[in-house]
């Protein structure tokens, strides 16, 4: 059985008990994404409103936003709380499972500012 083909639902493998590096793979594959990390970063800080995150996150579009809370909210990491009030109200926060990520974000980002990416040399 090949277990290195993406399924239906995006993932590489049935199960994640293949290796001793499987479940890296298993958390990256439900934090990896262009906005999550962001997302993640700033939700740290507490509950926030769609627009008020997508102002933190600078050039993201609504519909990338959407789509990176909805697998966020799929893998059981974000909360989204939606309020029947005119206009509609969503909040997103970070659910248990979110919040055990606290020491990994931080972690991220301290390397990301001891090592941060530096400009390519012009030829």
């Known amino acids: 059985m090949d277990t290195t083909n ?3 639902t995006g993932t590489r493998f049935e199960r994640y008990d293949c290796s001793d590096g499987c479940p ?3 958390a990256l594959e439900q934090i990896s994404g262009k906005w999550k990390g962001l997302i993640l970063y700033h939700l740290l800080d507490g509950t926030l409103r769609f627009n008020e ?4 996150l600078g050039g993201v579009t609504q519909r990338s936003l959407t789509k990176q809370l909805r697998e966020l909210e799929t893998d059981g990491i974000v909360h989204r709380e939606v309020f029947a009030v005119v206009p509609p109200r ?5 659910t248990d499972k979110g919040r055990r990520l606290r020491t990994v974000m931080e972690a991220l980002r301290d390397w990301g ?5 530096q400009a390519e040399a012009q030829p």
């Open 6 to 8: 993406l399924d239906t």
């Open 113 to 117: 500012t001891q090592y941060p990416k």
């Open 90 to 94: 969503v909040e997103y926060s970070l």
């Open 53 to 56: 995150l997508a102002r933190r």
């Open 24 to 26: 890296v793979e298993a």
